[in-house]
């Protein structure tokens, strides 16, 4: 699979797309796969949604898009509409649902909007972004770009029907010589409220996929103008796993009123092990942003996950290091979820161990280096393979300040991903060489007290499928 997006939620289920070869784990005729779920955790494969066809609009795959509302309620998808032999390959299409079911969909037999030729136009022009504007009048279509000699952008559309579209110039751009390697396609470019800044006016974030990397701006968008206005222009990374989290989506929730963000977890197997294996890629945790009191963004996995919390393996308050490690080395798992909390003294590394051999000879470090001010993955020791890229250090800076350390890290087999104190993020991928890779340990300093740290044990695909409700 590819990006998971067009997320949306209908009449008490809430239905995601994806990216999805059916023929292969590898990139060719994509189609939208179709999921759909009562709590955006327990999920239910559909049927395909749109497939490419013999016809003019999208002979050569359905590309990643998004889904709003019309005006009368009914879910619209938007989506790239491949056509190798158009002057300009990549438009922007449109489907409705057939039946009631949202099982089946139709598409509009023509493109909803293209680039026009013109001057520092590129032919980039994919990932429609489509939301309604908070009055309700009217709706925005953020497409992916690039201006020929400046830097990647949205361009920006504007309809009051979801057909007949307006160009309106790009949502915002840099100064690509400034930024290098921005000067590339913005692709799935998603603009988000995440709330009201300190100066009292709301927030957006926008987010966008630059050469498989996630990186996000706050600012102001105003309607009016059709435009986005930072309140820095340097980019941010989002998350700090090195090019694993990306492809964004997201919505605002309209049950609980949440922004909420959906990513693809990039892979790191050979294509002889992707095609061996039978899969490539998965679907990220879905996770809330929000943006916090200094003005940056606050992120977290959706409060649905704990409904996969199975067996409570530890549960330790107050007490030293020494403790904690040896009570960590009783429990055993590569589907786990656990949670710390370490209130530091000086500066050292804090942090998990996970995916531990018991002689320590593989093992990947989640830490907080409070001297170097990073968060970090340390995959120096994931594997014995000597062919394995599971390998290095991935991170970014985080300063801890004066608070105590908060992690919470979810491990789903190669999956790792990592949030500390909610502002920052690593997603990341292991592949121990050793079936007994699977114990847990404490990166901490001596004089180090460890607040609370709890373990649990996941449910599986079984645990799933039992919690789906058909009726819901």
Same mark, same amino acid.
């Given at each position: 699979?590819?990006?998971?997006?067009?997320?949306?939620?209908?009449?008490?289920?809430?239905?995601?797309?994806?990216?999805?070869?059916?023929?292969?784990?590898?990139?060719?005729?994509?189609?939208?796969?179709?999921?759909?779920?009562?709590?955006?955790?327990?999920?239910?494969?559909?049927?395909?949604?749109?497939?490419?066809?013999?016809?003019?609009?999208?002979?050569?795959?359905?590309?990643?898009?998004?889904?709003?509302?019309?005006?009368?309620?009914?879910?619209?998808?938007?989506?790239?509409?491949?056509?190798?032999?158009?002057?300009?390959?990549?438009?922007?299409?449109?489907?409705?649902?057939?039946?009631?079911?949202?099982?089946?969909?139709?598409?509009?037999?023509?493109?909803?909007?293209?680039?026009?030729?013109?001057?520092?136009?590129?032919?980039?022009?994919?990932?429609?972004?489509?939301?309604?504007?908070?009055?309700?009048?009217?709706?925005?279509?953020?497409?992916?770009?690039?201006?020929?000699?400046?830097?990647?952008?949205?361009?920006?559309?504007?309809?009051?029907?979801?057909?007949?579209?307006?160009?309106?110039?790009?949502?915002?751009?840099?100064?690509?010589?400034?930024?290098?390697?921005?000067?590339?396609?913005?692709?799935?470019?998603?603009?988000?409220?995440?709330?009201?800044?300190?100066?009292?006016?709301?927030?957006?974030?926008?987010?966008?996929?630059?050469?498989?990397?996630?990186?996000?701006?706050? /600012?102001?968008? +105003? %309607?009016?103008?059709? $435009?986005?206005?930072?309140? =820095?222009? #340097?980019?941010?990374?989002?998350? &700090?796993? !090195?090019?694993?989290?990306?492809?964004?989506? /997201?919505?605002? +929730? %309209?049950?609980?009123? $949440?922004?909420?963000?959906? =990513?693809? #977890?990039?892979?790191?197997?050979? &294509?002889? !092990?992707?095609?061996?294996?039978?899969?490539?890629?998965?679907?990220?945790?879905?996770?809330?942003?929000?943006?916090?009191?200094?003005?940056?963004?606050?992120?977290?996995?959706?409060?649905?996950?704990?409904?996969?919390?199975?067996?409570?393996?530890?549960?330790?308050?107050?007490?030293?290091?020494?403790?904690?490690?040896?009570?960590?080395?009783?429990?055993?798992?590569?589907?786990?979820?656990?949670?710390?909390?370490?209130?530091?003294?000086?500066?050292?590394?804090?942090?998990?161990?996970?995916?531990?051999?018991?002689?320590?000879?593989?093992?990947?470090?989640?830490?907080?280096?409070?001297?170097?001010?990073?968060?970090?993955?340390?995959?120096?020791?994931?594997?014995?393979?000597?062919?394995?890229?599971?390998?290095?250090?991935?991170?970014?800076?985080?300063?801890?300040?004066?608070?105590?350390?908060?992690?919470?890290?979810?491990?789903?087999?190669?999956?790792?991903?990592?949030?500390?104190?909610?502002?920052?993020?690593?997603?990341?991928?292991?592949?121990?060489?050793?079936?007994?890779?699977?114990?847990?340990?404490?990166?901490?300093?001596?004089?180090?007290?460890?607040?609370?740290?709890?373990?649990?044990?996941?449910?599986?695909?079984?645990?799933?499928?039992?919690?789906?409700?058909?009726?819901?």
């Amino acid at each position: 699979m590819n990006e998971p997006h067009a997320p949306f939620y209908q009449d008490g289920r809430y239905h995601l797309f994806f990216q999805k070869n059916p023929f292969g784990p590898f990139w060719h005729q994509i189609h939208w796969g179709h999921w759909a779920s009562p709590d955006m955790v327990h999920w239910r494969e559909l049927p395909i949604a749109l497939a490419p066809e013999d016809d003019t609009l999208a002979p050569d795959g359905i590309w990643s898009g998004s889904a709003t509302h019309a005006r009368d309620g009914t879910p619209v998808l938007f989506f790239t509409a491949g056509n190798d032999k158009a002057p300009i390959h990549e438009r922007t299409g449109l489907a409705r649902p057939a039946d009631a079911d949202l099982v089946r969909w139709m598409k509009y037999p023509v493109p909803v909007t293209e680039q026009q030729p013109g001057p520092g136009h590129t032919g980039d022009f994919r990932d429609p972004f489509v939301f309604r504007d908070d009055a309700g009048d009217r709706w925005f279509q953020l497409v992916g770009s690039r201006i020929a000699g400046g830097s990647g952008t949205a361009l920006v559309h504007e309809s009051s029907d979801l057909v007949h579209w307006r160009y309106r110039g790009p949502l915002f751009t840099l100064d690509a010589k400034r930024y290098p390697g921005f000067d590339k396609t913005f692709e799935l470019p998603v603009l988000l409220p995440i709330g009201m800044g300190t100066d009292g006016r709301p927030r957006h974030v926008f987010l966008t996929d630059v050469g498989a990397q996630a990186y996000y701006w706050i /600012g102001v968008f +105003d %309607p009016a103008a059709a $435009r986005f206005v930072p309140d =820095s222009e #340097a980019p941010r990374v989002f998350d &700090l796993g !090195d090019h694993h989290f990306s492809g964004p989506s /997201g919505f605002v +929730d %309209p049950r609980t009123g $949440r922004t909420i963000v959906f =990513s693809i #977890a990039q892979g790191e197997r050979s &294509l002889r !092990d992707e095609w061996a294996s039978g899969w490539a890629h998965n679907a990220g945790l879905p996770i809330t942003l929000a943006i916090g009191p200094d003005d940056d963004l606050r992120l977290a996995p959706i409060d649905e996950l704990r409904s996969l919390r199975q067996d409570l393996l530890l549960d330790l308050a107050d007490v030293t290091p020494a403790t904690a490690v040896a009570r960590l080395a009783t429990i055993k798992g590569d589907a786990l979820e656990v949670e710390l909390e370490l209130a530091a003294d000086g500066h050292a590394r804090r942090g998990l161990v996970v995916r531990r051999t018991p002689d320590d000879a593989e093992h990947t470090d989640l830490v907080v280096d409070t001297a170097r001010k990073r968060f970090e993955i340390d995959r120096t020791h994931t594997t014995l393979d000597a062919d394995a890229r599971s390998r290095g250090v991935q991170g970014g800076a985080f300063d801890l300040r004066d608070e105590h350390v908060r992690l919470r890290v979810f491990l789903d087999r190669s999956m790792v991903e990592a949030y500390v104190n909610e502002r920052k993020s690593i997603t990341s991928r292991m592949y121990p060489s050793r079936p007994d890779a699977t114990g847990l340990g404490l990166v901490a300093a001596p004089g180090d007290r460890v607040v609370r740290l709890k373990v649990w044990r996941m449910g599986g695909l079984d645990a799933e499928a039992s919690a789906w409700h058909p009726s819901r």
